[in-house]
Nanobody
């Protein structure tokens, strides 16, 4: 069984910062790509940032220069540092990872439960 546990969401004022964390636990053989998605009310879920196993990153244009994704492979954890937050960043943020549970099973995609980020004055 694999579980992605998120933390760090909450309420913050415009211009403030938050850091999200997501730790994968359970039976894990290896983890490939990891990333963060978000979904605002009435909108489709979108990719915010992704990171490969060896640290290559990509970002949505809307967050470039403000957000930073990183990971700690020893801890099976991915982070999202969010600075200069704007009201339009308000959404449920979801952790995502491609995980191979055992040598006998192909890699599959997993999602966290989501954490609310609200940017408001």
């Amino acid at each position: 069984q694999v579980q992605l546990v998120e933390s760090g969401g909450g309420l913050v004022q415009p211009g403030g910062s938050l850091r999200l964390s997501c730790a994968a636990s359970g039976s894990i053989f290896s983890i490939n790509g990891m990333g963060w998605y978000r979904q605002a009310p009435g909108k489709q879920r979108e990719l915010v940032a992704g990171i490969t196993r060896d640290g290559v990153t990509n970002y949505s244009d809307s967050v470039k220069g403000r957000f930073t994704i990183s990971r700690d492979n020893a801890k099976n954890t991915v982070y999202l540092q969010m600075n200069s937050l704007k009201p339009e960043d308000t959404a449920v943020y979801y952790c995502n990872a491609d995980i191979k549970r055992t040598v006998y099973i192909r890699t599959r995609n997993y999602w966290g439960q989501g954490t609310q980020v609200t940017v408001s004055s």
